[in-house]
């Protein structure tokens, strides 16, 4: 749905339903471009008065982003009202904007809110009018996680790049800034101003269930130097980055969702490991910073987790490193937050922490009403509301919002999945593309000498919005180089019988390309590449997940890592062993032997390559 002229507000318009909001918001007319000072920025004193002009409850509702159910502000599908009413309360978008005067909504898959770019837009364009409408009604910060590679709630059409491990073996700042840029003109076009990426965790365990290969990598000047360009680019495109999860969720083996993580890192790790790309966040003007439900006994001893930490949010974050942008928690229904509060108790003691955004908790009523219970009990004061919300409407105004919140379908048209960005992905993902082994020199496979492939191996459920199953792609990616493929899904855990199968199945090829996803030393897939090897038949193996399935199996002559199993990425994998481009990545993280893991088996930086035809 395209706004009708009448409903497109002009500047006076928008300016009206913020309470008169002076004309110093006309600062806000360039958006795309990042503040680079408070003199880029409106003036103070005028959102100062827009907020003295707001009830109570309508400062407590800017404070929270939450999700909601449907792919329309107004009219959801019926199952997604009858999931909306279990869980908030509320019928609609609608309803919950109205009720709780929510200042953000974060959109998911899984919420059904993002099935196609212009219903994505209409939605925005929906939420953005019935908040709009309410009385000293304001634009609403709308966001998504759209990391890439394994995280990504908008899909096709829209562009798919590779994921932040992939881009940190492409090594390329340019890449990791043209990402922001181009993912960031993509989620500005449909309505949405923040993403909650890049992830600025440094990954340096590899049993690191959560963060993998979402992270960059494993050092933390390379993490520093991808995330510092990343955020400019989502920020030049008029797109709030959010560096994430404050203070370091790399080294774990906990994943918060499920559990409480403790990180043992001393002070002086952190601050030479952890620290390192968050620091590099704040120098690149970072327009949001995300907590992490861990916890760091070295930067607080009190057992809390960081989100409700006052000594590492407003002590380290805010005090020492300096920051003074938007804080905002990561989602208050994973388990890491949960553990050691009641749900009335998390939000109120994040905004006493230094928090300014609440994500997702899970009752809306409870943490709303905690909130508002805390400032009539005098826990909390109504001038500490007031900051959080200032730094709110200074981000709003900075992206343009209060200028004007809506989107159009030419918008959609000129910038989402268009040609000139998917060749941009596909070049990006042939640098990332990583060769750890090739003996004999294997690869490229040659259409003459082996024309027959074999395509098997993992099929996890793919990324959102990737065509899918990784075989597939790869087989059809492989044909369209001159291959003839034949594909055989045996899974990540695969039967005695599919093993069989597929050695049954490679007596009549060529070549087998097979898919390795979180290989163990006692898992069914190490048996099945294991068997697939003693046919004799060259075999190419593909990590299209964890790098460190190579040490798993070391007898395979062809080992490459994509770090993700999106179709942008297993394309491009595809053209490295047709002969259609050459690897170029480089390991980020360091692989360890899976006999003795206190040795390394290939070294950050390492990475093989060939000349193709």
Do not use: C
């Amino acid at each position: 749905m395209r706004p009708s002229r009448s409903s497109r507000p002009t500047r006076r318009t928008v300016l009206a339903a913020t309470a008169g909001t002076t004309a110093a918001l006309a600062l806000s007319t360039t958006p795309v471009r990042a503040a680079e000072d408070a003199t880029d920025r409106p003036d103070e004193s005028s959102l100062r008065a827009l907020v003295s002009r707001m009830t109570l409850e309508e400062k407590v509702g800017q404070l929270f982003v939450m999700r909601v159910y449907g792919h329309s502000a107004t009219a959801p599908d019926q199952a997604d009202i009858d999931t909306n009413l279990e869980e908030l309360g509320v019928r609609t978008a609608a309803e919950l904007i109205a009720k709780y005067r929510v200042g953000g909504i974060i959109y998911f898959t899984w919420a059904h809110n993002t099935r196609d770019p212009h219903q994505i837009a209409a939605l925005s364009n929906g939420i953005q009018k019935v908040s709009l409408d309410q009385p000293r009604g304001l634009p609403v910060l709308i966001s998504t996680d759209q990391e890439y590679g394994a995280v990504a709630r908008v899909g096709k059409p829209a562009t798919l790049f590779p994921g932040a491990m992939a881009l940190g073996a492409g090594g390329s700042r340019e890449d990791a800034r043209a990402v922001g840029r181009i993912g960031g003109a993509e989620l500005r076009a449909l309505g949405i101003r923040q993403d909650y990426s890049p992830v600025a965790d440094v990954n340096v365990n590899p049993a690191n269930p959560v963060i993998g290969v979402r992270s960059f990598g494993a050092d933390p000047d390379a993490v520093a130097g991808l995330v510092a360009a990343e955020v400019k680019g989502y920020q030049s495109a008029g797109v709030a980055a959010t560096s994430k999860h404050f203070p370091g969720h790399g080294d774990t083996a906990v994943d918060s969702h499920y559990g409480f993580p403790v990180i043992t890192h001393s002070r002086e790790l952190w601050s030479t490991l952890d620290a390192v790309p968050f620091r590099a966040a704040i120098r690149a003007d970072v327009d949001s910073i995300m907590t992490a439900h861990i916890m760091v006994p070295a930067l607080d001893p009190s057992g809390d987790p960081a989100t409700l930490s006052h000594p590492i949010l407003t002590g380290i974050l805010r005090e020492e490193l300096g920051y003074d942008g938007l804080v905002v928690t990561d989602s208050l229904g994973m388990e890491g937050v949960r553990t050691k509060y009641g749900d009335d108790r998390v939000p109120v003691l994040a905004l006493k922490a230094g928090v300014d955004q609440l994500l997702n908790p899970p009752s809306i009523e409870v943490a709303w009403n905690a909130v508002l219970s805390a400032v009539h009990g005098g826990e909390l004061t109504e001038a500490r509301l007031d900051e959080s919300v200032l730094r709110v409407l200074r981000l709003k105004a900075k992206l343009g919002l209060l200028e004007n919140p809506y989107v159009t379908d030419a918008g959609v048209d000129h910038t989402v999945g268009t040609a000139t960005h998917r060749r941009t992905a596909d070049r990006i993902a042939e640098r990332t593309t990583t060769l750890l082994v090739n003996e004999e020199r294997l690869l490229p496979l040659s259409r003459r000498r082996t024309p027959r492939v074999l395509v098997v191996g993992a099929d996890p459920a793919s990324p959102s919005g990737t065509d899918g199953p990784p075989t597939t792609v790869l087989a059809t990616a492989l044909t369209e180089l001159g291959f003839t493929t034949t594909t055989l899904s045996t899974g990540t855990a695969p039967s005695a019988e599919g093993i069989d199968q597929a050695v049954a199945a490679a007596a009549g090829v060529d070549a087998v390309v097979v898919g390795t996803y979180n290989v163990t030393a006692t898992g069914s897939q190490k048996t099945l590449v294991e068997r697939l090897v003693a046919t004799g038949v060259p075999l190419a193996a593909i990590a299209i997940r964890n790098p460190y399935d190579v040490a798993q199996l070391p007898d395979v002559r062809a080992y490459l890592a994509t770090y993700s199993w999106t179709d942008v990425e297993l394309r491009a994998a595809a053209r490295v062993i047709g002969g259609a481009a050459r690897p170029r990545g480089k390991l980020p993280v360091a692989v360890d032997r899976a006999d003795d893991p206190t040795k390394v088996l290939y070294p950050i930086g390492y990475g093989l390559t060939y000349q193709v035809r």
